[in-house]
């Protein structure tokens, strides 16, 4: 590949960029260089293994797992994107996963076995729950699940044995906010690792390792694509666990992001901070307007002044309280509510009823039939979920297109 000294020499000291660069410039810029041609945006390598130069380095790269060897283990263009995500989490290191949820299972493959102990908050995302309550259940590893937002009862649920916390904030449906550095200070203190799953606000919002948090996932499918197109997952942190212990566990379990989805996730995040911002604003001002509609009993967004945690909220997401939020429509029995909530959301024409969120779309829920209808009653009533709670997760559209939507149902209720 000689093409001409000079040329090349200046490609490579634009390859390597400068340090103490910005956030924004981190999230267009960072990936691993481009090829010999020379493409400006990254490249998209769809293959399955890669030529070896000689039998020689071919057995140095597969003994320390370095460049590229076979796809299930590293793909450049999935390289490209776990560079970026970790250049934007502030982290030294990031493995990418074929989902969100994969990205759970490899960390705790990778992290604990049978006798190891999980506490984790019982308001996180309602897959991330099963999979701790009955699939990790039975390897041998027991979850405690706590209050999101009771500091307390994270603490009484340590035990010896405990090796990780596990929280989401702000949660779905209800945007319960927990504090990130005082639960990474009881993980320290007891031995332990903390992991915050970062879907909801992303990097360009909040970043838990800068709180102390160890471990950063992410449901890649959400707001990192952004566009609602692929699955993808990631963890975020260390050296020592990503490199070390989540890089071998991948190479044999076979978790792997495809080139495609990486690419688009890549892709994505350039615009990230763009669309966090307007969505954000949008969601507030939706939020204000259903906070004075006559036929709304309550909102849950955690930029209102009447969000429990609001102070907290601001602090730890960059004043921004994100895109999603809930409210529950006025009504007297469950009965009611329920018709009440189902009127709203079929009365839209814009909005996309479906469960998904950080789509560009504007996507309109029903969670106590959808993403929480596996609970009880009573385990709903529990959580706060009824059946008047109404779930958006704003997209860019209009904001006022988006309130009138709303006002087809709310306006309409008797
Ligand atoms: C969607 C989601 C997940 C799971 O991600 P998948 O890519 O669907 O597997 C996990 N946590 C949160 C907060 C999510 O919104």
Redesign the pocket.
Known sequence: MNEGGDSEAARIARARLPDGLRPETLAVRTALAPSQHGENSEGLFLTSTYVQPDAQTSARRFERMEDFTYARTSNPTVRSLEQRLAAMEGAEGCVATA??????LLMIMGLLKAGDHVVCSRS??G??VSLFAKEFSKFGVETSFVSQTEIAEWRAALRPSTRLLFA?TP??PLTDVCDIRALADLAHDAGALLTV?N??CSPVLQRPLALGADLV??????YLDGQGRV???ALCGPNRLIVDVFGPTLRTAGMTLAPFNAWVVLKGLETLRLRMKAQSDAALQVAHWLERHPAVSRVYYPALASHPQHELAMAQQSGQGGAVLSFDVKAGSPERARAAAFHVIDSTRVLSIAT???DTKSIITHPATTSHGRLTEAQRQASGIGQGLVRLAVGLEHVDDITDDLQRGLGSLS
């Open positions: 989902t969100g949820m994969s990205a759970i996180v995302f897959s991330t989401e949660t779905n799953d879907t909801f996932m992410h449901a890649g499918t959400k699955m993808a997952g998904n969120l950080g």
